[in-house]
């Protein structure tokens, strides 16, 4: 085995088959699906974010979000997912074909988010949950998105976006918490988190 | 249609040309006395037998009693100022 | 010949033109001495990098049951910290020790002196330019959102300039060798050194320049990130590994014919496993199912390489006893194959139904890359600094706390963090257990990894401490016994 040329040779070809057999057989076969329309609403599926929900896929990646909670539905029989609630039907490529980056994730410290815009469709209730997710599930270890919200006093009358907390986790007397613009954006991604449409491929 | 093209193709190409390899080493004579290659990383410098490392220090402890076997020359047996 | 000409970088590119060629094996001597600055940087940097991802490393486990912790910054989030952790350690850390360690390997095998240092300093600074610059947009919230590629897109080509450097010159090194033999590692650095920019560019360009449609990207994400383990760090532990066993007990590998086969098996195996991370995923069957029996394909060469290390060491495991190198090295060689084993099993459906999402897969994760190629990195550069430095480590009861620190820090962590994890795992999929009680019954074994990572942290600075001294006492001259190691080569003041 001194003889470099062969070495390289084998070097090279041995990672050209599996860039061949798991990256560019891929794209031949799956890497050119479009969206479909649906009999039944004669929508485009998957649908276009809105600009608000885009934003918040981007606060979604730079929060690091996936690093806790999967984007995926295991299929009926494997794991407990749509037993959980977690979906209708398993998940598959058409549903992220909207998606940069695909955020498939790899942990469930918590709970997959593929649907959580049918679970959780109250954007009062997301937006406690990120300020503080104690407030709506107490002992999960989700850590507090305080920083996406600001506490001001209140100016005149209370805003109509301000969060109601109570007890705790209430602000002093006089002060009142207004989510910012990444929080909104953030929940408008949330919400648009629904996976249950039924496609040709998932029947 | 390409994607079979491929994967038959390449099923065909990647053995085909280990084997061709093997057979093209087998007959100039890469693979006679392979073991031999084993031995490059030793000289006269570090000769087969010398452990080359050790703990820092002089504690007595730190160093591998004397071999008994004639196996290994130098190095191994250091003597330790008592 | 002009033996007064200066030699140009440009004619000594090929040994024709070379005004100072030489063909005579150079001394070990000669050869660590032309490694002094590049290796010594290199090992420097990373272990700061170390420290910082060690750091960073227990910020994240922290804030796992103590969610408050620090929470109301940003760039502190659990979500940022993690991904920093990763690449701090991954390429601030253990991908700059790497190259350290393949540059010297080269060089010893080669049996060549290190010629264009300069190269290699000037790559040292860009990547740890493009580390640092990478890490702190991370926190900062520019993440990618890949997993193992979230460095952004403004500082990867500064990584990419730097590792060019590093290529170009590894090249020039393997064709100015003295030795025309190739031992065993280098096959594997070679190896390493042509995989490793050929997984990043094209992970680069499919997932972040111009992005694939789909999940296509989770196939290249995992295809490239599952590769970076085992076509590059595998490698080059592997050739740590191949080396140093037989070089510090005095005895060849047992069987060079079995290293051949575990070379091309790895080869040939490795790199098709990275769908195993995607098991019940939105992904073809095929696809799948390629890489499960990839995965199980890969006990023939852990099987071959676990034998191979064994036979050559069965008889002188004692040694273990008077040799840092060897314990280090031994402890990641037998991790290689635990780590390998628990990928194989893994990647079986009915197994990976259970631990695919859970702590399980954390914890397998740090049993390569810590226990395996961490501690082959520690047991490499108890080697090499004393040579290059042309000192004895300063401290035998730091190298202690090192060792015992980290293999028992990190026993505790993989071992109770996998257990932990399948319990995880099983409660998820029984959906009468609601989810909030399964994150409660994780909590006990998030607590004890950071109970771990202090361990596994005390024994990381004992080790700092040890080398940052070791290389202050380059600036004195040397007053104590003339070390084993150095007997029979020149001592250099």
Redesign the interface.
């Known amino acids: 085995m001194n003889y470099g040329p062969l070495l390289f040779f084998g070097i090279f070809l041995t990672l050209a088959s599996s860039w061949c057999g798991l990256v560019l057989i891929p794209q031949l076969q799956f890497g050119r699906l479009e969206p479909v329309t649906v009999e039944a609403t004669q929508q485009l599926y998957p649908p276009n974010r809105s600009g608000l929900a885009e934003r918040g896929m981007a606060v979604y990646r730079a929060n690091g979000c996936l690093y806790c909670h999967s984007q995926q539905v295991r299929p009926e029989g494997f794991g407990a997912d749509i037993q959980r609630g977690w979906g209708k039907r398993r998940s598959v490529a058409r549903d992220y074909l909207r998606d940069i980056p695909v955020m498939l994730g790899t942990m469930r410290t918590g709970p997959d988010l593929t649907n959580i815009g049918v679970r959780q469709a109250s954007a009062p209730w997301q937006l406690l949950h990120l300020y503080n997710p104690q407030i709506t599930s107490k002992g999960s270890i989700m850590p507090p998105f305080r920083f996406l919200f600001e506490k001001h006093r209140i100016r005149g009358r209370p805003s109509p976006e301000a969060l109601l907390l109570t007890g705790a986790f209430a602000p002093e007397p006089g002060y009142e918490v207004v989510p910012k613009p990444d929080a909104e954006a953030l929940v408008e991604y949330l919400l648009s988190l629904k996976a249950i449409t039924p496609l040709p491929e998932t029947k | 249609m ?2 079979w093209l ?2 038959i193709g ?1 099923l065909i190409v ?1 053995p085909g ?2 084997l061709l ?1 093997l057979r ?2 087998a007959r100039t004579g ?1 693979l006679e006395a ?10 006269e ?15 007595r402890l ?3 009693k004397p071999a008994t076997t004639g196996h ?1 020359s130098r ?2 047996e ?1 003597e330790l100022p008592s | 010949m002009n033996s007064d000409a200066p030699s140009s970088f440009a004619s000594a590119l090929s040994p024709a033109t070379d005004p100072e060629p030489s063909t005579a094996p150079a001394l070990l001597a000669e050869i660590d001495q032309s490694c002094r600055a590049p290796v010594l940087a290199l090992f420097g940097c990373g272990l700061v990098w170390l420290l910082a991802g060690t750091v960073l490393a227990e910020l994240a486990s922290l804030k796992m049951h103590w969610p408050d912790f620090l929470a109301d910054t940003d760039w502190l989030t659990f979500g940022r910290v993690r991904p920093a952790h990763l690449n701090a350690m991954v390429f601030g850390f253990a991908s700059e020790c790497a190259i350290g360690i393949a540059l010297w390997l080269m060089c010893r095998l080669c049996r060549t002196p290190l010629r264009f240092a300069w190269i290699i300093l000037i790559a040292g600074v860009f990547w740890n330019l493009g580390v640092l610059v990478g890490i702190g947009g991370i926190l900062a919230g520019d993440s990618t959102g890949i997993e193992w590629l979230e460095i952004p897109a403004y500082a990867s080509p500064i990584l990419f300039f730097s590792y060019a450097l590093v290529g170009v010159w590894a090249v020039i090194t393997f064709r100015f060798r003295r030795e025309p033999r190739l031992y065993v590692s280098q096959w594997y650095i070679l190896a390493a050194l042509l995989w490793f920019p050929w997984l990043y560019s094209a992970a680069q360009i499919l997932l972040i320049l111009q992005p694939v449609r789909g999940t296509v990207q989770a196939a290249v994400n995992w295809w490239f990130a599952h590769n970076v383990l085992g076509l590059w760090f595998t490698p080059i532990g592997l050739a740590a590994i191949y080396y140093f066993i037989p070089k510090v007990i005095g005895r060849p590998i047992h069987s060079y014919y079995l290293s051949m086969l575990g070379f091309w098996s790895l080869a040939l195996f490795y790199n098709w496993n990275g769908m195993h991370h995607l098991v019940g995923g939105p992904m073809p069957a095929w696809l799948v199912t390629v890489s499960i029996v990839a995965s199980v394909m890969m006990t023939i060469p852990v099987v071959t390489v676990a034998i191979n290390h064994h036979l050559t060491m069965v008889g002188h495991f004692h040694k273990m006893k008077f040799s840092p190198t060897l314990r280090f090295i031994v402890f990641g060689g037998m991790s290689y194959t635990v780590a390998s084993l628990q990928g194989v099993y893994s990647a079986l459906r009915s197994v990976s139904e259970v631990t695919h999402f859970t702590h399980h897969t954390i914890a397998h994760a740090h049993v390569g890359m810590y226990a395996f190629f961490t501690m082959v990195v520690f047991g490499c550069i108890y080697y090499i600094a004393p040579r290059l430095t042309q000192r004895e480590w300063p401290s035998a009861s730091l190298i202690h706390v090192h060792f015992w620190g980290t293999a028992g820090g990190i026993l505790l962590y993989v071992g109770l963090l996998s257990f932990g994890g399948v319990l995880q795992g099983l409660a998820m999929n029984n959906p009468n257990i609601p989810f909030l009680q399964i994150v409660a019954l994780t909590r006990p074994y998030l607590i004890i990894r950071t109970v771990a990572g202090i361990i596994i942290g005390t024994g990381h600075l004992a080790f700092v401490i040890n080398f940052a001294w070791l290389l202050a006492r380059q600036f004195e001259p040397y007053r104590g016994p003339v070390p084993l190691i150095l007997a029979g080569t020149q001592p250099v003041k």
């Open positions: 390409i994607v491929l994967f390449s990647l040309s280990a390899a093209w080493a890469q392979f073991q031999k290659g084993a031995l490059q990383i030793f000289d410098e570090e000769p087969v037998g010398q452990m080359t490392d050790h703990f820092p220090g002089p504690d730190r160093r591998p290994g190095g191994d250091k």
